[in-house]
């Protein structure tokens, strides 16, 4: 420090938000008293063009070094500020945020109690910035690649955007085909466009584009690294076809000695599909799989004589001596597009859904009304004695959402849409039959959906105004058992077919992608994005980003728009080529250090690992920070016995001083 | 005591409804009866009209099963608004003799039949019995119940229960004759402040016994325990859970064998409310011969037999069918030979319903340990 430090103090009234409770005259005045303070003003909005002018133009008249903001959290504005200090020729490390809003006058509403305190923090400040050292930011170079994990809507989507702006993309999807719960659609609200006619071109364009490589039944094992150089892992998972000589013409599955014997996820298992199979008739790519988990020749060594699938296949691509393989690679940025999974309504046992045949889920009632569907189509239905053609059709909304017996207290977006357009393709199919729709509330907020949702009324499709509280069954019938909650009447429906409005869920499986990629979960325990208004597509990790229904329950629409932002946050160190690493970051003193390692386990970023070093002829382990990945959060100081690990700016000499300050006034 | 000073809208979560009306869509009573709960879940939040609600008949045909809470999205408990203005009757001393004297039997002879508290354990006449002392180290420490020590048609369930544990030659003691009612039917009647006692005074009495666990033999006792007495220490089970144990572990097993249909009836208060569904289902299979039917209307969907929330005291006004008939001649037309129950007031509801539709020459309706009380006499 060899400059004498010029502070300069900048107390912000934000309007009246702090103005109203701190006497912000008054901190300046004592400001003006402290130690080093060559200026201290006030200002109505800090952050705003003139206010940050003010402060440039006092570092240039007074020449100071330092700058004090007293306003609101340093998560709020400290960049702003920052940049202000060092456009006027100022290190930006040189600045300290006094947080007098969120700590000070949102949480006082006395004059005479706020007024001191804030005095209090202003003088910290002043404490600390003194003792401030410069930092240099520095860049590394960000490789020009992206990763999308899960390849429904939103994956495609934003693998199409980043491939289509040049850059290298690798699509890793976890089943045999790319799609995801959109492939199982039939049409879609609320335009009723034919899902697979609007989805199947995207499939096949993100299939044949030269910039991505797509990677089907694989899963992420490993990802390292940091933002602009994640170091990538992925297992392809054996399909025991030959992918390359794979024409797709099925006739493996077609011969397959357990033919049509399996439920077939892609229909919700209404329909039935062999050992060897295509998920559906659109998939991408078309090539067949082999379930190890059936097929009789991987579970039980032997199928017939010789494996039928291996006899028919004109080509040769059936390989049973097929193994994992492992691809590795980097790239500067990732999407997690990994989908949701439709709520499990054996969780609510009152709806009898394990016992009914007759009672089915939305997502079946979209295989059940698909003409690709196992039924071609034609809405038939087995309630428990015969299959039937149903004439009393209810659907329930809001099953497994807004409703904290099953710890969902979200609304699920979708499910009034869908059941009202599920509605309607019944009304098509069945003219004759009684739809109602039993409803705690209709929302219907998306562009065209309202006028959709009166539609689907004036076809002669009832809404009942409450939520069913049970099925049970008399004769063939069952009955909805509810309360018409606009007559106040108790009700019990005799029906044919009711369809359950379930909603969604972030996916089981998604804590592997969590603990991959060191993500957290919202309260809803979708993933949780760094700012629900501000940052909704990026996550605590810099540089992994969100898209669709992983983040919260979305419409299409609503994914797609996703995805393309997500797509193009992705971009931003793509595009520029190189990453800024910041300078806040813990430093390990060497010489101090005894290699102890409670730092490596401490750090929730796995920003360090321990090193051999030459000391005097001596080999020791020392722990050394990854400047990329660390986030200056301290956990591994307060851990250090030795006090050897610190992040600057907030080493003990510096912080220190500052509390003392907050101690020493009364 | 900030409760007491609470408004019925504080204390019931008034405004977390969002009259969805699954309360009342799942209350069974209102195929038969006027009330429907939802409609005081949203009416009780005028302060005004508490009085008139409170008069309304069907606040007393409520039979506790807890449908409504259990199926509520928001965490309300819409009976306990019921309960509330049942209490604001009781305490004006408004109601029913029947009531008022089983509540005042509780408070003096702390069970609500009317009988002497030195009569509680005349059940034990003849039987060879370990009855617990405080302070007395006991792995299994039974609670009998009010109804199975007095009442003379199911206290089988309290003899053949000390036939079974001696058999299995288990650590257990049986409570003296100090033992006082759990409260069950005094909170639902809505007797606030006797229920404030015997949770007091309950909770304070079974602490002082040195017990790996209480096993109670209704699951009235069971769940009142369970979710009005956060103070107890000692672990609580339905006395199901302990006998599908031992018969797991091999220290029970069954002479002989029943060649009967058994259709099991799940209790509200051990099914919905206690979460006890296999238990009761496994004992009976592990009977030799029986062939164990299934109720449409079973586990979380079983339909209430009307005999709890203070119901063997208050008649209802309905003159529509019983839902106890409803269950018996559902159990017929499944051709099931017994009916059997884990619970004192379902033995009791349903017998008397099938007495009077006359089904006596062809089935029977028993508790469970009654059942097994027959297999393992030699
Ligand atoms: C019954 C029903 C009907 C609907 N109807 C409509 C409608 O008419 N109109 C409309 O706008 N919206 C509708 N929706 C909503 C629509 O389905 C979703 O908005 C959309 O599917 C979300 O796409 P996604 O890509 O986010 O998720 P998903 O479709 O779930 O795709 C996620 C993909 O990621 C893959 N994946 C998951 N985990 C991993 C992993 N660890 N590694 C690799 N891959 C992984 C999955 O296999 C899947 O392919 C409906 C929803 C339901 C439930
Ligand atoms: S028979 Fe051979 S080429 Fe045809 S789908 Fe099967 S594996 Fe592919
Ligand atoms: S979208 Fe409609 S049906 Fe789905 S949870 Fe929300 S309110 Fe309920
Ligand atoms: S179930 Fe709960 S939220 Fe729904 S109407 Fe009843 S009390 Fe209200
Ligand atoms: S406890 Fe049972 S009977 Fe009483 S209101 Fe609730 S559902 Fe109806």
Redesign the interface.
Known sequence: MSEKPKVGVYVCHCGINIASTVDVEEIASFARDLPNVEVARTYSYMCSDPGQNLIKEDIREHGLNRVIVASCSPRMHEPTFRKTIQEAGVNPYFLEMANIREQCSWVHDDLEVATPKAKKLVAASVAKVRLLEALEETEVDAEPATLVIGAGIAGIQAALDIADAGFKVYLVEKTPSVGGRMAQLDKTFPTLDCSACILTPKMVDCAGHPNIELMTYSEVEEIGGYIGNFDVKVRKKARYVDFDKCTGCGDCANECRVKDRFPNEFDQGMGKRSAVYLPFPQAVPAKYTIDPEQCLYLTKGKCGKAPKCQEVCGVGAIDFEQEDEFVEFKVGAVIVATGFDPFDPSKKPEYGYDDYPNVITGMEMERLVSASGPTGGKITINNGEEEIEPKEVAFIKCVGSRDESVGNEYCSRVCCMYTAKQAHLVREKLPDANIRIYYMDVRAFGKGYEEFYDRVRRENVRYIRGNPSEIFKRGNKLVVKAENTLTSTPVEDEVDLVVLGVGMEPRKEMRDIMDLLRLSQSQDRFFLEAHPKLAPVDTATDGVFLAGCCQGPKDIPDTVAQAKGAASSAMIPLARGKVTISAQVAEVNEATCRGCGFCVEICPYSAIEMVTVNRFGYEIEVARVNEALCKGCGSCSAACLSDSIQPKSFRDWQILPQIAALGAMK | MSIENQTFTEKYDLLGC??????????PV??RAEL?V??FVDQAYDEGKLDELARLAEIWDCTACH?CA??????LKPLEVLIGLRSMIVESGKVEPTVRDALQSVLLEGNPWEKARAARTDWMEGLDVKVAEEGQEVENLIFTCCTIAYDPRVQVVAKNMVKLLNQAGIDYAFLPEDESCCGSEVFTIGEEGLFEMLVEDNTEYLNNFNAGRIVTLSPHCYTTYKTHFPDIRIPLYHYTQLLDELVQEGSLSWKGELQKKIVYHDPCYLGKQGGIYDEPRRLLKSIPGVELLEF??R???SLCCEGGGGKMWIESQSTEERLADTRIKDARELGADIVAAACPFCVLTLEDAMKGLGYEEEMRVAEITELLGELIEA
Request: charged fraction near 35%; glycine fraction near 14%.
């Open positions: 969002i009259q969805c009306g699954r309360c009342t869509g799942g209350c209102t195929v429907n939802r409609h449908t259990v199926r509520c999205p928001k965490g449409d209307r586990r979380e969907r």
